[in-house]
C-alpha cells in the first residue's frame, strides 16, 4: 500500500487578551514566524487570521509533531505580540466589518471580484491533503469519499456564534463560506480528463485563472499529487485535528485498497449527500443523518461507529489506531460546538467562551 503521505493546514484566530476581541497582528507573527518556520506560517485576507501548514508528513505521528510544534511556535509568538490564539471555526462575537484587510495583490482582486461575500469571509478552517498516486486514482477515490464528508465535518464543527449571537448552528462557518462560488461537495467526475476539461472551461471563459479558486469541500489539487479535504472547521485541539487527519487519510487508504480488490464503494449523488451536509452544521454530531443504503435516518453517533468499522483493516498499516479511536473520546466530550455552547449556557458570557476556546487551542502543548 502507498505512503499516503499527509500535510495539514489551520487557520488560527489572533485574540485580544484583554477584550477577547479579533485583533489584527499586522503580519507581525508571520514576519516573526518566517524567521523561524520559513513558509509554515502565512497571512490570511483578514489580518486577525494567520495560517500554519506542516511539511509533508509520512504517517500521523509525524503530523501531530508537526502540528504541535507549529501551535507551540505560533502561540509563543503571539505571546511577544501581546496576543493569544484561538482555535475556532467563527470568532463568537468580533464583526468582520471592523476588521483590517491583509494588503496583497491576490486578496485585492478577490474583493474587486466579490466584494463583501469576501470581505466577510471571515472564518477558520481546517485543509489536510492526503497524498495520492495518480490524478486518475485521485478522482475515483474523491468521488467514493464525498459520503463521507458529512460524517467528517459533524465531528469538527467549531463555529455556534456569529456576530454575537448564537445561530442554532454547531457549524456556522459553511454557512459563511456558502456565499462564494464554486464551493461545497463537488459532482461525479468520471475521469480525471474530466475534471481537466472542466477546470479548462472555466478558466477559458474568465471564471478562473487557476485551479486553486476551486473551493469545494474536497478537491484535487491542482498543483500536488493530494486530495485536498478542505469542509471541516479547525478544531480546538491538537489531539482533535490528529484525529480528523487520521480518519480522512484512512479513508483514502480505503477506497484505495477496494479499487486493488476491484471492488468499489457505491458513489451517491450530490444533492443526497448536501442533505446530510446540511443536517451536521446544524446538529453536529447529536443529530441524525441519512443512511442512503438503508434509506433511514440515523443518529450520527451510530454512523461514525459504522465509519471507524469501514477503515478498521487499514488503522493498523497506517499505524493510526489510537488517533482515530480518539473519535470515541469526541463522541463522549462533544466538538468543539458543544464544548462553546456549554460555557454559554453556564456563564452567559460570550468572552468566557473566547477565554475558553484559547485555553484548549493550548491543551496538551505547554
Known amino acids: 500500500m502507498p505512503v499516503f503521505t499527509l500535510g495539514i493546514e489551520e487557520e488560527f484566530q489572533t485574540i485580544d487578551p484583554t477584550t477577547g476581541e479579533l485583533r489584527s497582528h499586522m503580519s507581525k507573527i508571520v514576519e516573526g514566524g518566517k524567521i523561524i518556520l520559513q513558509e509554515r506560517v502565512k497571512a490570511e485576507m483578514h489580518q486577525a487570521v494567520v495560517e500554519v501548514g506542516t511539511d509533508i508528513c ?17 502561540i509563543e509568538l503571539a ?23 491583509t494588503p496583497n495583490e491576490r486578496y485585492d482582486q478577490l474583493i474587486d471580484e466579490l466584494r463583501d461575500v469576501a470581505r466577510s469571509n471571515l472564518i477558520f478552517g481546517l485543509h489536510v491533503h492526503v497524498g495520492i498516486e495518480s490524478r486518475n486514482e485521485g478522482i475515483q477515490i474523491m468521488n467514493a469519499v464525498r459520503y463521507f464528508l458529512p460524517h467528517i465535518y459533524a465531528l469538527s464543527t467549531n463555529s455556534p456564534f456569529w456576530r454575537g449571537r448564537n445561530t442554532g448552528f454547531k457549524s456556522y462557518r459553511s454557512k459563511v463560506f456558502d456565499k462564494f462560488p464554486r464551493t461545497g461537495i463537488p459532482d461525479y467526475f468520471s475521469s480525471a480528463a474530466e475534471y481537466d476539461e472542466y477546470l479548462a472551461l472555466l478558466v477559458k471563459t474568465g471564471c478562473i485563472d487557476n485551479g486553486k479558486k476551486i473551493w469545494w469541500d474536497i478537491r484535487l489539487h491542482p498543483f500536488f499529487d493530494t486530495i485536498e479535504f478542505r469542509i471541516c472547521d479547525v478544531p480546538m485541539r491538537v489531539d482533535e485535528t490528529i484525529c480528523l487527519a487520521a480518519i480522512m487519510q484512512a479513508l483514502v487508504a480505503k477506497i484505495y485498497k477496494l479499487h486493488r480488490q476491484n471492488l468499489n464503494f457505491r458513489p451517491y449523488r450530490r444533492i443526497l449527500i448536501n442533505e446530510n451536509k446540511w443536517r451536521a452544521a446544524r446538529y453536529g454530531i447529536e443529530g441524525k443523518l441519512i443512511d442512503f443504503g438503508k434509506q433511514e435516518e440515523v443518529p450520527t453517533h451510530h454512523l461514525i461507529h ?42 452567559n458570557d ?4 473566547v477565554d475558553y476556546i484559547v485555553e484548549e487551542t493550548s491543551f496538551g502543548i505547554r
Open 58 to 74: 509520512q504517517n500521523i505521528q509525524d503530523a501531530r509533531n508537526e502540528v504541535t510544534y507549529l501551535r507551540k511556535m505560533i
Open 350 to 353: 460570550l468572552k468566557r467562551v
Open 79 to 101: 505571546d511577544a505580540q501581546n496576543l493569544k490564539i484561538a482555535a475556532a471555526g467563527t470568532h463568537p462575537f468580533s464583526d468582520w466589518q471592523q476588521q483590517l484587510i
Open 306 to 347: 459504522e465509519l471507524l468499522n469501514f477503515i478498521d483493516d487499514v488503522v493498523d498499516e497506517l499505524g493510526s489506531r489510537s488517533e482515530c479511536e480518539y473519535v470515541l473520546k469526541i463522541l463522549e466530550m462533544g466538538t468543539g460546538a458543544d464544548r462553546q455552547l456549554a460555557v454559554f449556557q453556564q456563564h
